[in-house]
T-cell receptor, first 111, second 113 residues
Framework: RKEVEQDPGPFNVPEGATVAFNCTYS??????FFWYRQDCRKEPKLLMS???SGNEDGRFTAQLNRASQYISLLIRDSKLSDSATYLC????????????FGTGTRLKVLA | DADVTQTPRNRITKTGKRIMLECSQT?????MYWYRQDPGLGLRLIYY???????NKGEISDGYSVSRQAQAKFSLSLESAIPNQTALYFC????????????FGPGTRLTVL
């Protein structure tokens, strides 16, 4: 089983739609969780950190479910500019400071 | 100016050649990382360094070596390049401690013929 798993997609959605991505992780000792955005052939950039209480940034909402070991990202009112690959990143468990990356979920927002 | 820079941005080389990829950062972070990205495999950690004297192998270090010349500089070498090292290589930095984001350089696209 992969340490971090994501549905690769692609998710093709119309502008204005709401879309949700999930990501599961295998190490129950993992401490920190992130969503990064990566445009084609560019470097990943932090979209948002994911906190136990959940967090929201404009149209983006991230949630963490430790019991089921998954994190989610919800994008409301999708824009064409949201088209990208979304990477789930989990910071390793106790005593390790390595970041484990999912393979990414591709989103394409259609006009 | 970019906080994390990588040189070269693109490189085509031949099997057996020695290649060095360089990374510099102005963020003042102690921690630096080298990753490679292949289609369908995500980012995989090659080496990481928590300070100038602390260098650690990642999950795919075979065929690679690194040098941390200063806090701001972390170089990745391919001693004898082979075609399956063709990939997109990213350098990243982060502050010490847990829960901090990583900052990535723009990447180096390496092709080994």
């Amino acid at each position: 089983r992969k340490e971090v798993e994501q549905d690769p997609g692609p998710f093709n959605v119309p502008e204005g739609a709401t879309v949700a991505f999930n990501c599961t992780y295998s190490n129950s000792a993992s401490q920190s969780f992130f969503w990064y955005r990566q445009d084609c052939r560019k470097e990943p950039k932090l979209l948002m950190s994911v906190y136990s209480s959940g967090n929201e940034d404009g149209r983006f909402t991230a949630q963490l479910n430790r019991a089921s070991q998954y994190i989610s990202l919800l994008i409301r009112d999708s824009k064409l500019s949201d088209s990208a690959t979304y990477l789930c990143v989990v910071e390793g468990g106790t005593g390790t400071y390595k970041y484990i990356f999912g393979t990414g979920t591709r989103l394409k927002v259609l006009a | 100016d970019a906080d994390v820079t990588q040189t070269p941005r693109n490189r085509i080389t031949k099997t057996g050649k020695r290649i060095m990829l360089e990374c510099s950062q102005t963020k003042g972070h102690d921690r630096m990382y080298w990753y490679r990205q292949d289609p369908g495999l995500g980012l995989r950690l090659i080496y990481y360094s928590f300070d100038v004297k602390d260098i650690n192998k990642g999950e795919i270090s075979d065929g690679y070596s690194v040098s941390r010349q200063a806090q701001a500089k972390f170089s990745l070498s391919l001693e004898s390049a082979i075609p399956n090292q063709t990939a997109l290589y990213f350098c990243a930095t982060s502050p010490p401690g847990q829960g901090f984001e990583q900052f990535f350089g723009p990447g180096t696209r390496l092709t080994v013929l």
